[in-house]
């Protein structure tokens, strides 16, 4: 997959990490059905492996998917056999390099002007900016645009509807979703709130994208 492309045109990536693996795979296939085109399975959520392959085989070989977390060499080569075609890190440690070796796309966390330039050498395709709201919010995205002006910033942390908008506003190519968007539905809460809030940020994104 193009991950660049695909955060350029959706505007939008949405963060499951779930308590009840049934309750965390049927919230990915809500969201995807919902139209959220992109989703990251985090692996820190309970059998994460397992609701990553399994939403692989219900969704299909063309639909994006991810796998966030991914901390170690060990994670994106688990993350790789379970299906994902692109990883999220926290930071810049093994699983980036790892990751770009299986030929995943790789959306790196970063936080620093710094980290920024050691993500461009690891070959990072897009770099998330965690935690965006410690970090000084849309302020602080806004301020690294000057002497980034051609990365491909997405904050994540803290991103709820409203900081979203500002996020988008101030030049993130995309924003990272969480609880804000997902909340207790990958731990068995409702799923007809969590279509309620994905038709919001999927409003909101699509807006954006125009």
Do not use: C, N, W
Request: proline share 5%; hydrophobic share 50%; no cysteine.
């Amino acid at each position: 997959m193009d991950l660049r492309a695909a955060l350029a045109a959706h505007r939008l990536v949405a963060i499951v990490r779930g308590s009840d693996p049934e309750a965390a795979l049927s919230t990915v296939l809500t969201l995807a059905d919902e139209g959220i085109e992109l989703i990251e399975v985090s692996l820190s959520g309970k059998d994460a492996l397992s609701v990553l392959a399994r939403a692989r085989e219900a969704l299909g070989p063309d639909r994006p998917l991810g796998a966030g977390t991914v901390l170690s060499a060990d994670d994106a080569r688990a993350a790789h056999r379970a299906g994902a075609d692109f990883a999220v890190t926290p930071a810049l440690g093994d699983g980036v390099g790892a990751a770009r070796a299986l030929g995943l796309r790789v959306l790196a966390g970063v936080m620093t002007p710094t980290e920024i330039l050691a993500a461009r050498t690891l070959g990072a395709d897009a770099l998330k900016v965690f935690p965006a709201a410690q970090a000084g919010g849309p302020a602080y995205l806004k301020a690294l645009r000057g002497p980034f002006p051609d990365e491909l910033l997405v904050p994540v942390g803290g991103v709820d509807e409203a900081a979203a908008g500002e996020y988008l506003a101030a030049g993130a190519t995309a924003v990272g979703v969480g609880s804000p968007l997902v909340g207790d539905a990958a731990d068995g809460g409702s799923r007809a709130a969590l279509r309620e809030r994905a038709r919001a940020f999927r409003t909101l994104a699509r807006r954006a994208a125009r």
